[in-house]
């Protein structure tokens, strides 16, 4: 299942990135610039030959094209339906003229997952092996995850926040706010138009 996901997380990228890039009018060295990555470590993201950890993307998705995590890991929501939300938003595009010192994001990641993930979990009533299970892998790779050894990829991070556990992945990945204050998301298709408006 994490190789398939992998795939899937790619072929999203690839579908997406450069639509919202080439809409928006910016170049990858401005993504780049912003986020702190090189360009050419962008490139390949945008043609689904390598990813980013959670929050590398969160800084590319939600903080320079101002878009929820929630829709854009949404595979029911295409780029123009992104891109239409956006431009009716009225939002611009928080271009710097500063490079970004460059971070290790995947670190920071495995700690953020290590510190909020147990604490989601238990907030439902999950246990980790009933979670293995149902994302049909094993629970050492789970334990792993929750020890801060290794980092589920994106799609798994937003199968287990949003699809199993139904909250935002904006809010889980938000560290200001605190777990314990995290409320559900609303079910059904009625929740996800809404935030698209």
């Not at 639509?19 to 702190?36: H, Y």
């Not at 971070?103 to 989601?120: G, I, M, Q, Y």
């Not at 094993?138 to 937003?158: D, F, H, Q």
Request: proline share 5%; aromatic share 10%; net charge positive.
């Amino acid at each position: 299942m994490v190789k398939d996901t992998n795939e899937i997380f790619k072929m999203m990228l690839f579908n997406k990135l450069p639509l919202l890039r080439k809409v928006s009018g910016v170049s990858l060295q401005q993504i780049a610039d912003f986020t702190g990555i090189s360009s050419w470590t962008y490139a390949r993201w945008e043609k689904g030959q390598s990813s980013p950890d959670i929050l590398s993307l969160k800084t590319v998705v939600s903080d320079f094209f101002q878009i929820s995590m929630d829709d854009f890991l949404n595979e029911n929501i295409s780029t123009e339906a992104l891109i239409y939300a956006w431009n009716h938003k009225g939002y611009s595009l928080p271009l710097q003229t500063e490079q970004k010192p460059k971070c290790n994001n995947n670190e920071k990641a495995k700690t953020l997952v290590k510190n909020r993930l147990p604490l989601l979990r238990k907030k439902v009533g999950m246990s980790p092996k009933s979670l293995a299970h149902i994302l049909n892998i094993n629970i050492a790779t789970y334990y792993s995850w929750e020890s801060g050894r290794s980092l589920p990829n994106v799609i798994m991070i937003k199968n287990i926040v949003t699809d199993i556990l139904n909250y935002s992945l904006d809010d889980f990945l938000d560290e200001s706010f605190p777990i314990e204050q995290l409320m559900p998301l609303q079910t059904g298709e009625e929740s996800r138009k809404r935030a698209l408006k």
